[in-house]
């Protein structure tokens, strides 16, 4: 008898243990890891969310730009980092589960380093050429890319980015021959295409909408389902006379080091589950084009290996690698 109460106050006091653990969260400051440039549209993410977390919780929360090799630089911070809730990382989830294909060697495991925390915002793609690009229409524009194979260059944000794999899925999709042309980032190719570096490029609307408003180059197609308001006249893909889902989207999520206790993970998701409600903080993402999605961990967990399983048929048939 004494020996069971040994062990049921052995069990309630890991019970309270881990109760105060995860009541610990956060801690006195928080530090942000975006694998990206300043200005990018996952560096605003962060730097608005640091701004609510800190509001709401009376903490500290810092953004730290860690760009370079395709993330890989900031991600593999975060993934050696301990699992206090003090490091957690703003990423492109694309990124991750693609890296692995895309390198012969990688610094980090994702399934035992990183832990998803929640989907935060979602990014449509649109597909633009140079602004004397003879193709009028997404059709015109695959027309010619056939009648013309590999002429066609493709602006990307760099080899394995996503704007190359993207285009590289149109290509497969469509039967359809790029050259692809590497970039810094998807600014510089954006501007590439309107020197007419480049005579095509795939990024987010709002990269395209002020310079295709001034005519500096012409927006094709968006890759959803329907048309984004800040560029209401061009078509979405179905429209448009494009395959269904030869188009990525990027998902946004914020992440932790794989350290971090279950419980932990969870009070940080519901803490962020909370944020994206506030009608201020949709408000100011969907003005960018961005469209609020939090999951769960176990949500974004799932979607994370389905994308793995998909893109690696598409990296493995298109040859996509880095050495």
């Not at 925390?117 to 010619?144: C, G, I, M």
């Amino acid at each position: 008898m004494r020996s069971i109460l040994r062990i049921l106050i052995l069990l309630c006091s890991l019970g309270a243990a881990s109760l105060s653990w995860a009541q610990a969260w956060p801690p006195a400051t928080v530090k942000i890891v975006v694998p990206y440039p300043p200005g990018t549209e996952p560096d605003v993410l962060a730097r608005d969310l640091a701004n609510q977390l800190a509001r709401k919780t009376g903490k500290n929360f810092v953004v730290d730009n860690k760009p370079g090799a395709n993330s890989i630089i900031g991600t593999s911070e975060v993934a050696a980092a301990d699992g206090d809730g003090a490091t957690l990382l703003m990423v492109d989830r694309l990124a991750i589960v693609t890296n692995p294909l895309l390198y012969s060697k990688m610094p980090y495991k994702w399934e035992d380093s990183i832990k998803p925390v929640s989907d935060l915002a979602r990014v449509n793609l649109f597909v633009a050429v140079r602004a004397n690009f003879p193709a009028q229409t997404y059709k015109e524009f695959l027309a010619y890319a056939k009648a013309n194979k590999d002429k066609v260059n493709v602006g990307t944000g760099g080899n394995g980015h996503v704007n190359h794999i993207g285009m590289a899925m149109i290509g497969q999709a469509e039967d359809v021959h790029f050259t692809y042309v590497p970039y810094k980032g998807v600014g510089p190719a954006v501007a590439g295409l309107m020197t007419g570096e480049v005579d095509a490029v795939m990024a987010g609307g709002l990269a395209l909408q002020p310079h295709h408003l001034a005519k500096k180059l012409r927006v094709l197609v968006s890759g959803d389902d329907a048309r984004a308001p800040y560029l209401a006249d061009v078509p979405h893909l179905t429209e448009a006379g494009g395959k269904t889902g030869s188009i990525p989207s990027t998902v946004f999520a914020l992440m932790a080091p794989g350290k971090t206790p279950d419980a932990v993970v969870a009070q940080i998701s519901r803490a962020v589950g909370e944020i994206m409600g506030v009608a201020e903080l949709r408000k100011s993402y969907e003005a960018r084009g961005l469209q609020v999605a939090p999951t769960s961990p176990a949500q974004t967990l799932e979607q994370m290996k389905k994308e793995a399983a998909s893109y690696e048929r598409i990296i493995r048939v298109t040859g996509i690698k880095i050495e």
